[in-house]
């Protein structure tokens, strides 16, 4: 079956601007976790949905924001972008969301903030 | 809170060699334990997990044991090949009821020269 896809693979953007990532997850699953890495600060968790609602969020700003539909895609949004949001960012998704199951992983959407 | 202590990369070996990538982690209760793999320009893969003291992980001729006493999860590999070259992450899944997260290690970055 098709693995979790996010879209677009690339994005330039100009400080200040706002951006729209996509996440597709696996089908039949529920939860959708986004995640920040940089080579800096290594692979950060942003937030986690499931069944639309948002259950955990990491420590970022409110500039970061998310929401899940009711087909379980996914979009993150970054508002007001800065030099500091250039990353890959990572969406996984989870059957259950529950501490034992694996989450499978995008190839990310590589964001550039110039 | 919760964290993961990996061993700083990056590791170069030769192929055939036997491979260690320490991994630590303080946490509360009974998390999950994961090791990811990273191939350049790809997401991440699950490579193995372990969900309570004393299982043993194993897939692709990779293993590891959760070690409640030592609080460790390090990846052992027999005999390395060019094709394991890049970054492995070490994670836990909290055991704290309703958190569905990922916390990762910095990644340890593993070369094989052939």
């Known amino acids: 079956k098709a693995g979790v896809t996010q879209t677009p693979r690339y994005l330039i953007k100009t400080r200040g601007q706002q951006v729209t990532l996509s996440c597709s997850p696996i089908?039949?699953?529920?939860?959708v976790s986004w995640y920040q890495q940089t080579p800096g600060q290594g692979l950060q968790f942003l937030f986690e949905?499931?069944?639309?609602?948002?259950?955990n969020k990491g420590n970022f700003p409110g500039r970061f924001s998310g929401r899940q539909f009711s087909n379980s895609r996914s979009e993150m949004n970054v508002s007001t972008l800065e030099l500091g949001d250039s990353a890959l960012y990572l969406c996984?998704?989870?059957?259950?969301?529950?501490?034992?199951?694996?989450?499978?992983f995008g190839q990310g959407t590589r964001l550039t903030v110039v | 809170g919760d964290s993961v202590t990996q061993m700083e990369g990056p590791v170069t070996l030769s192929e055939e060699a036997f491979l260690t990538i320490n991994c630590t982690y303080t946490?509360?209760?009974?998390?999950?334990l994961f090791w990811y793999v990273q191939y350049p320009g790809e997401g991440l893969q699950l490579l193995l997990k372990?969900?309570?003291?004393?299982d043993k992980g194993s897939n692709k001729g990779f293993e590891a044991t959760y070690r409640k006493e030592t609080t460790s999860f390090h990846l052992e590999k027999g005999s390395v090949q060019v094709s394991d070259s890049a970054v492995y992450f070490c994670?836990?899944?909290?055991?704290?009821?309703?958190?569905?997260?990922?916390?990762f290690g910095t990644g340890t970055r593993l070369k094989v020269l052939a």
């Open positions: 089908s039949g699953h529920r939860s």
């Open positions: 996984a998704s989870s059957w259950a969301g529950l501490k034992d199951t694996e989450a499978f």
């Open positions: 994670a836990l899944s909290p055991s704290t009821s309703g958190t569905y997260k990922y916390i």
């Open positions: 949905y499931f069944s639309e609602t948002q259950r």
């Open positions: 372990a969900t309570k003291a004393d």
């Open positions: 946490a509360t209760g009974y998390p999950s």
